[in-house]
Each structure stands twice: as structure tokens, then as C-alpha cells.
């Protein structure tokens, strides 16, 4: 199996930052190789980056080459690509169309199996509730949307597939919450109406799991669903602290054997399915992110290995 990390926490001493850079950056200077290379020693092959660690003043196909030539040293690569952004909403669709096509040129020089985006929309009351994970309304979700959004999304969504296909890459849009795909009915229907070989699903069951103070759906059923579409695989764990009171729910991030979701139960899914694309450990937010994540790394490892 094809193990790559998504991580979401870069900091690395003396490199701290805040904001959308502690999450998805890289860090500065000589700190960024350091960086790389631990994630290449803890065992991953593969890392998934995005277009936040790119200069956008500057050119970004140079950029790009720079970060392959970098990546190369090493000895990884970027084999994932990431976009973002729902792509039917007036305010800011348009824009996020050429976020995702620019990220599909860049995945090209880069070598990226797959440019993987999430249809996350603006909040319609950004005040109010169902903002936030676990609770009992999610704004933007499958069930608020209309007919019209999910056939403008899958319009869309064709013509960056169509793009793609001209290089080689791969297109999959991670069920997520506040977004049009956000369960098994929603991206299989998305799969549907988008129709192309090189466009399929990223059943982050995490986004699944946390999406409502209770599951509209278990990650068993979900991940049996999603896993004959898949084309990429985020792969984090949580606990599920229930407040019924408040109609609500707090989850708590945990290495891959530690929390609610049974992960050895979705890697037989996806096996089964004869899924051969990556399975992507989501990162760590906080704490040692690096013993962590490469205890999630060595249990998904002792999982797959039984199949070879």
C-alpha cells in the first residue's frame, strides 16, 4: 500500500507559525528541508501540498519545478495536490473554478497522482448556527442543497476533469463537512452526474464522523459505499464526546488505532474494493505531531502488510 502524509501542523523548532501557515504551510529557511526529510525518516514516501505554500506573486510553474527538484533530494514526492472551495456559490464559485484548474497545471509539473478539493462553501449566516463541527445544522451540507447547485458543481467539476485528463492527473473531492459532498449519498451522486473516468471520491470518514452531533450515517456503511470510487484517502481518527443537552458534540483527534472509527475494518473495505490510490494520514494539529503520526503510520502499515 501506498502510504503519504497530509500533515496539519508544520511547526518544527525553532519554526512555529499561526493561521492557514501552522496547518498547510512549510517553514522558512534551512527549518523546511529538516522538515521534509523528518517526514521522509518517520516512513512516508509521499506528502500532499497545496497551493498555500506557493508565493502567489511569483511565477508558480517555476515554483513548482523548484519544489520536484526539492522533493527529488530528499527522496519524496507531492502526490497529491491540494484545491479547496465549493464551486456553485455566486459570491465566489468562479474564483474557486481557477484555483482548481491552476492546481491541476501545478499538479502536472510537480508529478501529482491527484489534486484532491473539498466543495466547502461561504457560511449563508456566518453568525449563526451549524457553523461548526457536531452540531445538529451544518451550513452549506447535501441536504440543504438544491438541484441546481449539485448539477452546476458537476458541470464544473467535468471541465476540470476533462483538463486533467491532458495530463495525466486524477481529480477527487473529499466528503466534507459544510459541503455539498458531505456523506455517502452525496458523493456517489456527485460520481454519477460528473461522469469521468479520472473523477472519484475521497471518503475522509473523520469529516464524516464529525460532521453532526450524531452520525447521519456509520463509517462502516459509508466507507463500503464510497470505497469503488475512490480515488485518494484521507485518514484521521476521533473521539466523541456527545452533549445532548446542547445538541451537541466535541470531538478530540487520536492516532489511527485510538479513536471511534475502526480503521482495520476500512482498510478491508478499500482492499476489497482493490482500491490502489494512497492512503493519506491526516496529521496531528497539536502535540507531538511526530510520535503521533508515526504510530498511525506503523499501525496502517501492520494492516496492510497481513495482505501481501
Known amino acids: 500500500m501506498k502510504l503519504s502524509y497530509a500533515f496539519r501542523r508544520t511547526t518544527f523548532y525553532p519554526y512555529h507559525a499561526t493561521g492557514i501557515n501552522r496547518m498547510f504551510g512549510l517553514p522558512s529557511g534551512k527549518t523546511e ?8 525518516d518517520l516512513g512516508f514516501t509521499g506528502i500532499e501540498l497545496g497551493i498555500d505554500i506557493f508565493d502567489v506573486n511569483k511565477n508558480l510553474s517555476n515554483q513548482a519545478k523548484e519544489l520536484k527538484q526539492k522533493l527529488q533530494k530528499i527522496g519524496l514526492e507531492c502526490v497529491a495536490f491540494r484545491a479547496g472551495g465549493g464551486l456553485s456559490h455566486p459570491k465566489n464559485g468562479n474564483e474557486m473554478q481557477e484555483k482548481l484548474l491552476t492546481c ?5 509539473i510537480v508529478e501529482a497522482e491527484v489534486v484532491n478539493t473539498a466543495l466547502v462553501t461561504p457560511f449563508t ?5 451549524g457553523i461548526s463541527t457536531g452540531e445538529r445544522i451544518s451550513q452549506g451540507s447535501s441536504v440543504l442543497a438544491s438541484d441546481f447547485e449539485f448539477n452546476e458543481t458537476a ?4 471541465q476540470a476533469a476533462d483538463h486533467a485528463k491532458k495530463t495525466g492527473v486524477n481529480i477527487s473531492v473529499e466528503v466534507h463537512q459544510h459541503s455539498i459532498v458531505d456523506n455517502s449519498w452525496s458523493a456517489l451522486h456527485m460520481v454519477n452526474l460528473v461522469n469521468r473516468e479520472n473523477f ?15 452520525p447521519e450515517e456509520t463509517c462502516e456503511e459509508a466507507i463500503v459505499e464510497l470505497a469503488p470510487k475512490s480515488l485518494y484517502w484521507h485518514c484521521k481518527n476521533l473521539k466523541r464526546v456527545h452533549i445532548p443537552e446542547l445538541e451537541k458534540s466535541i470531538f478530540l483527534q487520536a492516532p489511527l488505532p485510538d479513536g471511534d472509527i475502526d480503521y482495520r475494518f476500512a482498510i478491508n473495505a478499500m ?3 482493490n482500491y490502489s490510490g494512497y492512503m493519506a494520514i491526516e496529521g496531528s494539529w497539536g502535540g507531538d505531531q511526530w510520535y503521533h503520526d508515526e504510530k498511525s503510520l506503523n499501525y496502517a502499515k ?5 495482505f501481501e
Do not use: H, R, T, V
Open 302 to 306: 501492520s494492516i496492510w502488510e497481513k
Open 33 to 40: 528541508n529538516e522538515f521534509l526529510s523528518a517526514i521522509k
Open 125 to 129: 449566516d456566518p453568525d449563526g448556527y
Open 155 to 158: 458541470n464544473k467539476l467535468q
Open 104 to 108: 491541476i497545471d501545478l499538479a502536472g
Open 200 to 214: 472519484g471520491i475521497n471518503p475522509d470518514l473523520g469529516n464524516i464522523y464529525w460532521n453532526y452531533d450524531e
Open 271 to 273: 482492499k476489497d474494493a
